[in-house]
């Protein structure tokens, strides 16, 4: 007779009522924090380069998205701050200061679903959203009092892997060309492309030449940073300086060259990212009361009566109060969202491959 063993997951000792939450401090701020603070040399700046390349244009990207989907309420303006202030404080005082923070695809339909919610029950969708994260706070705050984030290393190599192997799929389509969406470069070849139809009236605008332009541009970006990234170990150069320094900056150094090819073809209108000219709310006010946007909801005036407040007015519920009651249930969604998102991610970062500390 065979037996089948089974491997068990090792699970430390519960830190609960807090004691998790101030030991992780303990260990990141008091025992990490200085010294890594100090280590300051080619590799550090080049990951920060590194790191503001790949999170600025997702940024961008998804505030762009949210703006169309909340008809404004929060856009790129929101999601550049918001992923600016929670990024440098998560990996300040964070567990996992190797998480990269960043909009992503999931929270970005959840967000979606809020506002038609907000949008169905009659209160102001802002006002509810904030509600809602108030609750996720809240249950954040219970799940690592609890030390509930430790259930996570019941993670199989299996789910990990999946996980990451969803997580490459849409950034590859998204990138090459996304079957379910108008985003990637072989959708340029099509000349139903948005950038192609809001480029109609341009004289000269040849949307073949724009396709085949933007195809260089990116795939040669691309593989020039394997190119760059090769040198480590290339016989190029005699100096293992130089080498880790084409190798630690290939990302940047990728970037800066094909941004010189594209200046070589100004004729060429190619999309870029679309960058807000001023730092100021997303959602234009038609009135003072700054209950309907422009220019949806006002064709007619030449210009905005201006922006919405920076602060949400928790209050401004009316006589709908329990929606703050309410918001308790969907945030719930996205409480396990951000649980499973994070926690995946961490036990993906902190594999015993990486050989972090």
């Known amino acids: 007779m065979s037996y089948i063993s089974v491997q068990q997951v090792p699970l430390d000792k519960a830190e609960s009522c807090g004691r998790g939450i101030v030991k992780d401090f303990k260990r990141c701020v008091l025992q990490w924090w200085w010294a890594e603070m100090k280590n300051f040399n080619q590799r550090t700046v080049a990951v920060s380069l590194l790191m503001f390349v790949s999170v600025i244009a997702p940024t961008l990207t998804f505030g762009a998205v949210y703006g169309k989907t909340t008809n404004g309420y929060m856009g790129a303006i929101e999601t550049m701050l918001a992923t600016g202030y929670v990024g440098m404080t998560f990996s300040l005082i964070g567990g996992q200061p190797m998480c990269i923070i960043g909009s992503t695809g999931p929270l970005l339909i959840m967000t ?57 799929s849409i950034f590859v389509m998204d990138a090459i060309g996304d079957p379910f969406s ?51 170990f290339s016989p190029f150069f005699c100096n293992d300086i130089v080498r880790n320094l084409i190798a630690d900056f290939a990302v940047i150094l990728s970037v800066i060259v094909w941004t010189g090819v594209k200046f070589a073809f100004p004729t060429i209108n190619t999309e870029t990212l679309s960058v807000p000219d001023s730092f100021e709310p ?36 009316g006589d709908k109060g329990w929606a703050a009651v309410m918001a308790a249930g969907p945030a719930i969604l996205a409480f396990l969202l951000v649980y499973l998102d994070n926690g995946i991610t961490w036990h993906l970062i902190a594999h015993p491959n990486n050989k972090l500390q």
């Open 282 to 317: 997303s959602f234009k006010c038609c009135d003072s009361s700054c209950t309907t946007a422009w220019p949806t909801d006002c064709e007619t005036q030449a210009e905005p009566w201006g922006v919405r407040p920076w602060v949400v007015d928790y209050g401004d519920l």
């Open 182 to 232: 108008t985003v990637g470069l072989l959708r340029y070849f099509q000349p139903t492309h948005p950038w192609h139809i809001g480029n109609e009236t341009v004289e000269g605008y040849d949307y073949l030449a724009v396709a085949l332009l933007s195809s260089i541009l990116g795939f040669g970006c691309t593989a020039t940073i394997f190119f760059f990234r090769g040198f480590r």
């Open 112 to 168: 979606t679903v809020l506002y038609g919610m907000a949008q169905s029950i009659g209160v102001p969708f802002l006002t509810f959203n904030a509600w809602v994260f108030i609750w996720v706070f809240f249950y954040t705050l219970v799940s690592g009092f609890f030390d509930l984030t430790r259930f996570v290393r019941l993670a199989t190599k299996f789910t990990d892997e999946v996980f990451a192997m969803l997580i490459v």
